[in-house]
């Protein structure tokens, strides 16, 4: 890739939208004075690491978008997202902030992929000066393993989007789309560059707070989000998927809780989560656990229920809310009547999650099934649910309690091949769970495996006709960068909810 200043192209310039009837300022990063270009990587790491996770979890794209396209959530106000008739300014702001950074839900300046890129070549053009920061080779190392875990985000949600000219503005401020096909073999060669660059003997990038630094546990990350990126393909290119899986495998992949890549929220402002920012500074009582999620934790006696969210405080009892309710029939529905955000989320110190154990659990079980490597599809499979039992734990009985689920005839792997339920389906419901507050990767899973269990909204879609394979592109795009946008649904297919994404072979 081509050295450029990193002053983002014009479609990513920020834009001022309107959330819910709240002003919402994703404010320009370039020429920023409080971030000036030879800004210390130490910084821009610091703020990449707590802006893309900022973004993936607030209430508006994490909760509004992501927690109900996977159908953890329901609205008890605002519903439309639930009907997927989606805010133009939400659609516009959150593609700006993934790529660009800019002004989180809290008001706070947070970067995107494009400090990433600045860490990067900084660290390439004057490495010496770069140094007190950490080995500049594991600078770039570990800015390249969090750009390819936003990117995949980016292309799973869109499909077709500019990825090797979106950082080149001294040569285009248009960039192209890439194919999602290609955007995949960039996304592999970037981890492996990234893999082959950490130099353990080297010291971690300072102003790193998801590992401090370590790069052996980067380099789980890195191995783990490699499997990740390879199982996405594998119903359309399964050599290339299994020779990834097994490089992951044999490099070391996560196998503990300890392993978990997290991003750790404080109880000092402004570093609060996202959620606890929601509830209780702004005063939100928005969301609801769905019917859909808490019905299917009652009927599996799942111990995890009281992490995820708390009984209706007018019975004590667990109930989820409908979901897909008009927006009349979801302000009608009074919030002491159903089960919200629990005690443990709403923790200010509740941490983000970039990638867990329990995920990488489940990816193996799938890659046994699929052939790709050897070993039990039920041993992982139990692990995965075991490291989610452990995580979500809100007392010490986790591993008994794990077991007991394990075993019911509604979970256990054997009983539920011989009773007829495919792979996908087994390891899909279980791993839909697992993810939860990760609503984009739970949706995703969903599109990729096709495990059932998610229904169309109750009151009827605003858009499409069905639960959407991917979201429409931003409008801003239709104006800023038309002639790409308009290559792109020539490509891919028409700019609706319908269009499948590359990888969905299904």
Not at 65 to 80: K, P
Request: include cysteine; charge should be negative; proline fraction near 4%.
């Amino acid at each position: 890739m081509k050295k450029s200043t990193y002053k983002i192209s014009f479609l990513l310039l920020a834009v001022t939208v309107f959330i819910a009837g709240c002003k919402k300022d994703f404010d320009s990063i370039n020429d920023n004075p409080n971030r000036p270009a030879d800004a210390p990587t130490s910084y821009l790491l610091t703020a990449a690491e707590k802006g893309l996770m900022d973004n993936v979890s607030d209430a508006f794209w994490g909760c509004q978008v992501g927690g109900q396209l996977a159908q953890h959530w329901s609205s008890n106000n605002y519903s439309s997202e639930s009907r997927y008739q989606f805010r133009t300014g939400v659609t516009n702001g959150y593609w700006t902030l993934l790529y660009a950074g800019g002004n989180n839900d809290a008001g706070n300046q947070v970067g995107g992929v494009v400090d990433l890129m600045r860490i990067i070549d900084l660290c390439e053009s004057d490495p010496d000066k770069y140094s007190n920061y950490g080995d500049p080779a594991n600078q770039i190392a570990v800015a390249k393993i969090l750009k390819v875990w936003t990117m995949q985000q980016v292309t799973d949600i869109w499909g077709d989007v500019p990825y090797s000219q979106a950082w080149d503005a001294l040569n285009t401020s248009t960039p192209k789309y890439d194919r999602q096909e290609e955007i995949y073999g960039y996304l592999l060669s970037d981890l492996n560059e990234a893999i082959a660059g950490i130099n353990n003997l080297g010291a971690g990038p300072t102003g790193d707070v998801i590992y401090y630094g370590d790069m052996s546990q980067w380099l789980k990350f890195a191995n783990s989000l490699k499997l990740r990126v390879a199982m996405r393909i594998a119903d359309r290119k399964p050599e290339v998927a299994s020779t990834a899986v097994n490089e992951a495998v044999a490099s070391g992949v996560f196998t503990s809780n300890a392993d978990n890549a997290l991003f750790p929220y404080s109880t000092v402002a402004p570093s609060y989560n996202m959620i606890y920012f929601n509830r209780y500074l702004d005063g939100r009582r928005d969301y609801s656990g769905s019917n859909i999620l808490v019905d299917t934790m009652k009927a599996l006696n799942d111990y995890r229920l009281p992490g995820f969210v708390n009984p209706a405080t007018a019975t004590g009892e667990f109930n989820g809310e409908v979901y897909g309710l008009s927006e009349g029939n979801a302000a009608s529905t009074l919030n002491n009547t159903v089960s919200q955000f629990s005690t443990k989320m709403l923790a200010a110190d509740f941490p983000g999650i970039y990638m867990q154990n329990a995920e990488c659990q489940f990816l193996l079980a799938e890659a046994v099934e699929r052939g790709f490597i050897a070993g039990s599809a039920e041993e992982y499979y139990n692990a995965g649910i075991t490291s989610s039992f452990e995580y979500w734990a809100t007392d010490d009985t986790a591993l008994d309690a794990a077991a007991i689920y394990i075993a019911q005839p509604g979970v256990s792997y054997a009983q539920l091949a011989a009773g007829g339920k495919t792979w996908k389906e087994i390891i899909g419901i279980q791993k839909w769970l697992s993810l939860y507050t990760q609503g984009m990767q739970a949706w995703t899973e969903w599109r990729r495996l096709d495990f059932g269990l998610l229904q169309r909204p109750a009151d009827g879609e605003l858009d499409g006709d069905g639960i959407p394979n991917r979201l429409k592109y931003p409008v801003d795009e239709q104006l800023v960068n038309g002639s790409n946008y308009s290559n792109a649904i020539s490509q891919q297919g028409p700019d609706l909810l319908a269009t499948k994404v590359w990888w969905d072979a299904n």
